[in-house]
């Protein structure tokens, strides 16, 4: 099982971008999913969530601006940020809860895509 993030970039203050994180491998079920971002010279910190049914939460510093979902049918997890802030430069990374074929739940991480935010 794997989790290819993608979707990051260099980006103006005010813009926007979409991250994408695509699961694969042998999977049977997969359970609530994540955003992360670390920023340089930071701890890693959450961003957003999202469970299997839908229900999403999001830390206070992007509540209103980034929004989050996932589409089961392609195993695959989003994350729409707009009026980007210099502060949210950072790598972000996926994570996720999943049941490969014949296994138990684990979580799994991206690799992480780096998002720049400035002018």
């Known amino acids: 099982v794997q989790l290819q993030a993608s979707g990051g970039g260099l980006v103006q203050p005010g813009g926007s971008l979409r991250l994408s994180c695509a699961a694969s491998g042998s999977i049977s079920s997969i359970g609530a999913m994540r955003w992360y971002r670390q920023a340089p010279g930071e701890q890693r910190e959450f961003v957003a969530g999202?469970?299997?049914?839908?229900?999403?939460n999001y830390a206070d510093s992007v509540k209103g601006r980034f929004t989050i979902s996932r589409d089961n049918a392609k195993n695959t997890l989003y994350l729409q940020m707009n009026s980007l802030k210099l502060e949210d430069t950072a790598v972000y990374y996926c994570?996720?809860?999943?049941?490969?074929?014949?296994?138990?739940?684990?979580?799994?991480w991206g690799q992480g895509t780096l998002v720049t935010v400035s002018s």
């Open positions: 999202i469970s299997s049914g839908g229900s999403t």
């Open positions: 994570n996720a809860v999943i049941m490969p074929l014949n296994s138990v739940y684990n979580a799994y």
